[in-house]
């Protein structure tokens, strides 16, 4: 069973506007990360967000984390068709295990 | 540097029957860890491996069991098939396992 939890479920929206979402956990953790997955094949590395850390930016991506909610959110700004895929947290827990999210499934429409 | 590479690709493998999927880690990186992935649903941690160790198991039954060999290269084996197997299996390799991971395409298995 899951043990992370991420809003929404699917997403559709224009290219060109930002995306939001967002991911809750229950461990203590290391540290939060966010992986997209094309079409059900390999997971892609797109941000790590340490434990002592509040907010990163890499490009147009932007992620926040909360650790006394035990949430964390993504923001994809000025999306394109491209970014459409599902994307995923994962927490590393204190065994170095990654707990993963059921995901969020992104439509971008051009 | 070379990615994760996993195989094979695609399996179709009849209940009952015992199955070994294999991966290739990353080049530096000495931490394997396998998921199964159904469709629609976020990967379910197996195991993980660092150094040739396993260092950390889920909520799998016995009959999955794993080996990581002194080039960090790995396998994963299921005994006894069940139709529940049928799923995504992927590979993710890391230096120490603190850090992200890179993952391969993954090996869709079906198990008829």
């Known amino acids: 069973s899951q043990q992370g939890e991420e809003d929404p479920q699917a997403l559709s929206i224009q290219e060109g506007e930002n995306a939001t979402m967002n991911c809750s956990y229950k461990?203590?953790?290391?540290?939060l990360q966010w992986y997209r997955q094309n079409s059900g094949r390999g997971l892609v590395h797109l941000i790590l967000?340490?434990?002592n850390e509040r907010e990163k930016h890499s490009g147009r991506l932007r992620v926040t984390l909360d650790t006394s909610k035990k949430s964390s959110s993504l923001l994809i700004t000025a999306s394109r068709a491209a970014d459409t895929a599902s994307y995923f947290c994962?927490?590393?827990?204190?065994?170095?295990?990654?707990?993963w999210g059921a995901g969020t499934k992104l439509i971008i429409k051009p | 540097e070379t990615g994760v590479t996993q195989s094979p690709t695609h399996l179709i493998k009849t209940r009952g029957q015992q199955v070994t999927l294999r991966c290739s880690s990353q080049?530096?990186?000495?931490?394997v860890s396998w998921y199964q992935q159904a469709l629609g649903q976020g990967p379910q941690f197996i195991f993980q491996?660092?150094?040739?160790?396993?260092?950390g198991r889920g909520n799998v039954p016995p009959r999955f069991s794993g080996l990581q060999f002194p080039n960090y290269s790995s396998e994963l084996n299921v005994n006894a098939l069940e139709l529940d197997d049928s799923a995504l299996y992927l590979c993710?390799?890391?230096?120490?396992?603190?850090?992200?991971?890179?993952f391969g395409s993954g090996t869709r298995l079906t198990v008829v």
């Open positions: 994962a927490a590393l827990d204190s065994n170095y295990q990654l707990i």
């Open positions: 967000i340490r434990s």
């Open positions: 461990t203590s953790i290391n540290n």
């Open positions: 080049s530096g990186h000495n931490t």
């Open positions: 993710a390799s890391s230096l120490g396992g603190a850090d992200g991971y890179t």
């Open positions: 491996y660092y150094r040739e160790e396993e260092n």
